[in-house]
């Protein structure tokens, strides 16, 4: 069983920088896939931006390619979304996630969550 803790969420001005931060316990970290998604009110949860156990592969939605950059540290069981250049539309909750599934995109194919962080853009 993998507990995961999100942290970094916060309000920013649009244009700003937010790093999310995602704790791993209870597992062997370096066999999973992550994932971040994110879930603005009243829409469905959408994914955001994953990565393979090694980090050597790390698929992004087309919205935030290019601005957001996830990566992983193995040896501090965490992995990280580094969100530049932040949007209103990037408003939502950020959930981190674990995956045995290869490196899905689809939120079914990971088995653990965390319980989200909130950020916030504003105009």
């Known amino acids: 069983q993998v507990q995961l803790v999100e942290s970094g969420g916060g309000l920013v001005q649009a244009g700003g920088s937010l790093r999310l931060s995602c704790a791993a316990s209870g597992g062997t970290f370096s066999r999973y896939a992550m994932g971040w998604f994110r879930q603005a009110l009243g829409k469905e949860r959408e994914f955001v931006a994953a990565i393979s156990w090694s980090g050597a592969s790390t698929p992004y939605a087309d919205s935030v390619k290019g601005r957001f950059t996830i990566s992983r540290d193995n040896a501090k069981n965490t992995v990280y979304l580094q969100m530049n250049s932040l949007k209103p539309e990037d408003t939502a909750v950020y959930y981190c996630?674990?995956?045995?599934?290869?490196?899905?995109?689809?939120?079914?194919?990971?088995?653990?969550w965390g319980q989200g962080t909130q950020v916030t853009v504003s105009s």
């Open positions: 996630a674990a995956s045995l599934k290869g490196i899905p995109i689809t939120s079914t194919w990971y088995a653990y």
